[in-house]
Nanobody
Framework: QVRLVESGGGLVQPGGSLRLSCAAS????????MRWYRQAPGKERELVAR????????NYADSVKGRFTISRDNAKNTMYLQMNSLKPEDTAVYYC??????WGQGTQVTVSS
C-alpha cells in the first residue's frame, strides 16, 4: 500500500530554518507528482509547494515563495521541503501528498520565540 511518512518538524525561532522529509513507499515514486500541504489551526488546508516528476518543475504558494524550496531524490524515494526565514505564520501541520490523493500523517512545525 501507499505510505508517506513525514519527519523533521519541531520548534524553531523566527528567522530560523528547518528541513522536512517525506519517505515514500508502495508506488513508483520517480513518476509521481508530489506536493507539500499545510494546515494551521482555524484555517483551511493550503497547498504550499509541488514538484513534477518528468520535468522537475516547481510551484510555490505566494506566502512561501523565495523562502521555501521543494526538492526530491528519486534514488532514495524521498521528497524534501527546505524552509528558511521562518515566520510565526508558518506554524502548521505539514503534510506530504501524492497526486492530491494520498496523504501522510503530518509533522508539526512551530515557529515561536
Amino acid at each position: 500500500q501507499v505510505r508517506l511518512v513525514e519527519s523533521g518538524g519541531g520548534l524553531v525561532q523566527p528567522g530560523g530554518s528547518l528541513r522536512l522529509s517525506c519517505a515514500a513507499s508502495g508506488f513508483t515514486f520517480s513518476t509521481s507528482d508530489m506536493r507539500w500541504y499545510r494546515q494551521a489551526p482555524g484555517k483551511e488546508r493550503e497547498l504550499v509547494a509541488r514538484i513534477s516528476s518528468v520535468a522537475g518543475s516547481t510551484n510555490y504558494a505566494d506566502s512561501v515563495k523565495g523562502r521555501f524550496t521543494i526538492s526530491r531524490d528519486n534514488a532514495k524515494n524521498t521528497m524534501y521541503l527546505q524552509m528558511n526565514s521562518l515566520k510565526p505564520e508558518d506554524t502548521a501541520v505539514y503534510y506530504c501528498n501524492r497526486m492530491g490523493i494520498f496523504w501522510g500523517q503530518g509533522t508539526q512545525v512551530t515557529v515561536s520565540s
